[in-house]
């Protein structure tokens, strides 16, 4: 640890941030820590701790990384069904801990006019109002100046004189007949405790958990143990949403779907525009999932998650192992416009492109395993493994799988090579005799 900082939240909770030294001067890995830290903190007793990692990436939002908003119409609703809720979020086996923001515990005391028994006295409601208001409400009576100066006056008792419900006792309000009537004799007291803060999300009343995760858990694992929750606790009454981190990782991830798929059609189209086909472009794409299971492979084996750098790797493979296929494909056309057999031509053309397809392979493999063996701070290994895992995957099922797809899919001739055979056989002048 190079330093640690604190800072108070409330008057009963505190935040501990602590910073790591460098990579290179310590022996653990910053999950490494995690893991000991979150075993060690469950032996406290008396308080509730929690731990949690910031974010890999930079983010606007602090504090625990799970963030689940539900919403209510009513206030009351709300109040009913979170101790519920909560208990199934402390359950979840992904959940460290969870919190909320609503919290009922600032003591409050409600007074309620007994109005029979103020009647039976002869006193009236707006005279008990204005008591209270006068002992309590802190209402202001008027000015006063004092060295050039301008005061409020204000009208309220003295602070020891209204701390406790027993102070009551000491207040007295004159009846229609002039008689002083105590005026603890004509209110209902009753002691509850209210919310400090509430909180209004979408316009409704809300409430806002905030989770922290267990080791080996990911964001996503996180904000799906709280779908699953909502679904099993909460009815068609109630609405929920993602804010912070939990809100940015549900639109990144989206986001990189559409990014995934309108990348792949790109590629597509930019293909079946220079082979000016659609059956070879589709040859060529047929490597795409076999980087992606080579990526998946290699993060399980590793143990690695997918997270918004893994899948930054999937979409770096879609250029970088289309890239062999196009090799193979293009030299089978050219051998095939030549006159050879389809199936030859593209045996010849997997036997003469490998080492080309070798050499940018190991190549970019040699490139990338910096980041996947984790040299230097701040390396993304899940990137790098995702990378390396898929190249090898499919450099080696390339020269495999592609010629036999092109074997059977693949138009026997070239339309090319039918031209130049056609005007071949035509000859090229004729010579009549005289």
Known sequence: IVAGGGGNTSVNSGVISVYLTEPENRTRTADEIFKQLSGE????????????????????????????????????????????????????????????????????????????RAADMQVSVEDIGKTLQSAFGGQRMGYFLRDGKQYEVIGQLDREYRDKPSDLRSLFVKNSSGEMIQLENLVKLEETAVPTSRFRYNRNVSATVSAGLKPGYTLGDGNEAMKEIADKVLDENFFTSFSGQSKDFEESSSSLLYVFFFSIVLIYLVLSAQFESFVDPFIIIITVPL??????LSLWYFDMSINIFSQIGMIMLIGLVTKNAILIVEFANQKKASGIDRLEAVKLSAEQRFRPILM???????????????????????????????????????????PSIYSYISSKKVKIA??????????AFEINPV
């Open 360 to 402: 940018t392979t190991l190549s970019t493999i040699l490139g990338i395993l910096p980041i996947a063996l984790g040299l230097g701070a701040g390396s993304r290994i899940s990137l790098g493994i995702a990378v390396v895992g898929g190249l090898i995957f499919s450099g080696f099922l390339t020269l495999y799988i592609v």
């Open 41 to 116: 903190i469950g032996q406290f007793t008396g308080v509730r701790a929690s731990i949690s990692q910031p974010p890999t990436i930079g983010s606007r939002f602090g504090g625990l990384p799970v963030q689940f908003v539900i919403e209510a119409l009513s206030y009351e609703k709300l109040v009913e069904i979170l101790p519920a809720f909560m208990e199934e979020a402390n359950n979840d086996p992904r959940i460290l801990f969870a919190d909320v923001n609503l919290k009922i515990n600032k003591p409050e005391i409600s007074l309620t006019i007994d109005r029979e």
């Open 418 to 427: 039918e031209d130049e055979i056609e005007t071949a056989s035509e000859p």
């Open 291 to 296: 980087a992606i299971a080579g990526a998946l």
